[in-house]
């Protein structure tokens, strides 16, 4: 049997029952757009966060999106965040006309590093490439910095209390990127809930994944949480045709809410199984000569979104693992910086150093929840030969 990289149908024939008594039940009464079930999510998924308030939402981009618009991001403004990440994150500043200045991450944990950020800041307000790689625009007007985006990566939430530190600083606002560091941990603290708000994705390869595209924004801010309920829907005031402000139309669709409210009871359970899978994989590929294993630092819960091992020959390895039949993947093979949407920015490829090293050394192994142990035993023999004799 072919092993998938993500067994989304191993999952379904454990939660089947769940999943279809609630989208039944949302057949039923037929409120297919904002119905009781999307509610229902929030408070769950509030709870679960230990945030205030979670807006639903249709997507992990819109997620991110929602955030700047309530704050105003535009033309003019700086938002900072990792070029090591999917495009999403980059995407949402542009698309607000907002100038994106990268900022590289630190080999370890491929998050954002927070000694770079400040260096990021500083050389925005001098205008300054010789502190910081900046883009043309930052030479060309006087940019303000306004945001930070820091993406927990493969599920490891980045260094918050660093980045809080820098942020409060310079009066930076904090939008986590938690679309896969949902049920991640740092510091007591569950992942969503580590910055002024938290964006995350339900998209179906995550951790908690719908059966579509779905997101959510986490927050304390009772504000923001009212700002973003009407932009979610068009900028909707009092009613439906009384509009307050330019929005958008993202909302979470019930059916998809019904959906995750089936998974969220066993994603506890899941999540420990992760990490069961995750120290299986260490505890079989510890030692092997070329290869990096994923670091957890101390206070931190990985979500294994995915798992990234680093391989000095990255690319013959995942050739002898696609034809031992594992599965593999890269996670990104081109940072943001080099990729054609940004090259307006005026970056060459070795601005970020670090960013532009990991895409061409990660690879990451099927990760999730029902990985069995002889399954995932006979993935770790096939990188062991693949290793040794790349």
Request: glycine share 8%; charged share 20%.
């Amino acid at each position: 049997m072919p092993i998938p990289f993500i067994d989304l149908k191993a999952q379904f024939a454990v939660l089947e029952p769940e999943i279809r008594a609630r989208m039944d039940a949302v057949l039923a009464h037929g409120k297919f757009i904002m119905g009781p079930e999307v509610a229902e999510l929030e408070t769950a998924l509030a709870a679960f966060a230990g945030t205030r308030h979670a807006v639903s939402c249709a997507s992990g981009t819109d997620a991110l999106l929602m955030p700047l618009l309530a704050w105003g991001v535009g033309p003019g403004d700086v938002v900072f965040t990792t070029p090591f990440t999917f495009i999403a994150t980059a995407e949402v500043i542009a698309l607000l006309g907002a100038t994106p200045v990268f900022v590289d991450i630190d080999p370890r944990t491929y998050n954002i590093d927070p000694a770079r950020l400040t260096q990021a800041i500083h050389a925005v307000r001098a205008q300054d490439p010789t502190l910081h790689p900046l883009p043309v625009a930052a030479m060309a007007y006087k940019l303000r910095p306004k945001a930070v985006i820091p993406v927990d990566l493969f599920g490891l939430p980045a260094d918050y209390d660093a980045i809080a530190a820098v942020a409060r600083e310079h009066g930076l606002v904090v939008l986590e990127d938690a679309a896969q560091g949902f049920g991640g941990v740092y510091k007591g603290k569950k992942a969503g809930a580590l910055g002024t708000a938290g964006a995350t994705s339900f998209f179906p390869a995550k951790p908690l994944g719908c059966f579509g595209d779905g997101g959510a924004v986490l927050t304390d801010d009772d504000e923001l949480a009212e700002t973003l309920r009407s932009i979610r829907v068009h900028g909707k005031g009092g009613h439906k045709y009384d509009n307050v402000r330019v929005g958008l139309n993202c909302r979470l669709d019930t059916l998809q809410a019904a959906i995750l409210l089936a998974k969220l009871p066993a994603f506890p359970g899941e999540l420990d199984a992760r990490d069961a899978a995750a120290a299986r994989y260490a505890a079989g590929l510890t030692g092997l000569p070329g290869l990096t294993l994923p670091v957890v630092p101390e206070g931190c819960r990985c979500a294994w979104a995915q798992y990234t091992l680093r391989l000095s020959r990255r690319d013959a390895v995942a050739a002898a693992l696609r034809e031992a039949g594992v599965p593999s993947m890269v996670y990104y093979p081109k940072p943001l910086h080099t990729q054609t949407a940004f090259a307006g920015l005026g970056h060459a490829p070795g601005d970020f150093p670090e960013s532009l090293a990991a895409s061409e050394q990660v690879l990451s192994l099927p990760m999730h929840p029902y990985l069995t142990a002889d399954v995932q035993d006979g993935i770790v023999a096939a990188v062991k030969t693949a290793v040794r004799h790349s």
